[in-house]
Each structure stands twice: as structure tokens, then as C-alpha cells.
């Protein structure tokens, strides 16, 4: 099972307190987009201070405009507001979605949270219809539970 051999690197990961925590959430990223093959585009927005908008941190994929992105708005900012993992299947099919690329057919945005409270999410795009199922859920809550530890 790929996601029970990405769980050591994860936490191999995390643990390296002599990089930067920037550096840290770009490789897991990497490591993220490189092995899961469904995974075309994976990145990590913040809330921006008490500001009720997330911030693009780093990614994995093309580059988008959609660096901020206000609580309500797309996937992303249903999350900020909602606090549960969403899962889109089909991007087709959502009314509140801001397309960052015409290859995109599905998505998943699962909340961290530090103390209790949202404060940022993973995203990640895929170019494969309906790929995630409960398995991506937990093994992204692990994900986030770990980022969660160093932020
Ligand atoms: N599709 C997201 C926007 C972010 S991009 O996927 C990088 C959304 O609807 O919130």
C-alpha cells in the first residue's frame, strides 16, 4: 500500500528541524506528487492572520493565479469555512469552484488544524476523474496532523 510507505517520509520529513518549514511543506509535496500517481497538483494554503482569506504556501504542479483565495470562495474556501475534508469527484459538477487549469478533473482539500482551530488546508488537483476514496482522506488527515505539529 503506497500510502503506509509514504507515512515514514512524511515524518522523515517533518522531523528535519534544521530545514526551514517552508522547505519541510515543499517536500512533502514533492514526495507527494512524485509517488501518488493521481496526484497532479498538490499544495498547502493558510489563513492569512485574522484576515477571513487563505494565502497560496508552497506547491507541487503549475503555477496558479489564485494565490488568494477569500473564505467562501471555490473549494478551497468552503473548506476555510466549513472545517470538513471535501472531496470532488467531478470539477465539472461544482457551482463554487475556481478552475486553476483546463486539465483538472477532480479534487480534494482536507483542513489542519493547529489547537482546534482551521488553519490552512492541503490541496490537491487530479487529472484523473473520481481517483480519491476514504483511503486519501486518512492518509491526508495524517498529512496535515503531522504539518500541524511544526506549524
Ligand atoms: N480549485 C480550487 C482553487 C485552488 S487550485 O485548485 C490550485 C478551489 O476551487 O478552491
Given at each position: 500500500m503506497i500510502f503506509e510507505t509514504l507515512k515514514p517520509q512524511i515524518e522523515a520529513i517533518v522531523s528535519?528541524?534544521?530545514?526551514?518549514i517552508e522547505q519541510r511543506l515543499l517536500n512533502i509535496c514533492e514526495v507527494l506528487e512524485k509517488n501518488i500517481s493521481y496526484y497532479n497538483w498538490v499544495g498547502f494554503y493558510f489563513r492569512n492572520g485574522l484576515k477571513e482569506e487563505l494565502i497560496l504556501g508552497p506547491y507541487v504542479g503549475a503555477p496558479t493565479n489564485h494565490t488568494v483565495i477569500p473564505f467562501g470562495k471555490g473549494i478551497c474556501g468552503q473548506v476555510a469555512v466549513s472545517n470538513k475534508n471535501f472531496v470532488v469527484p467531478d470539477v465539472a459538477a461544482q457551482d463554487n469552484y475556481i478552475a486553476?487549469?483546463?486539465?483538472?478533473?477532480a479534487e480534494i482539500v482536507i483542513p489542519i488544524f493547529v489547537n482546534g482551530k482551521n488553519i490552512g488546508q492541503i490541496d490537491i488537483d487530479s487529472n484523473t476523474p473520481d481517483p480519491f476514496t476514504e483511503a486519501d482522506e486518512r492518509f491526508l488527515e495524517f498529512v496535515c496532523a503531522k504539518v500541524a505539529t511544526i506549524l
Open positions: 528535519k528541524q534544521e530545514k526551514p486553476c487549469s483546463i486539465t483538472v478533473k
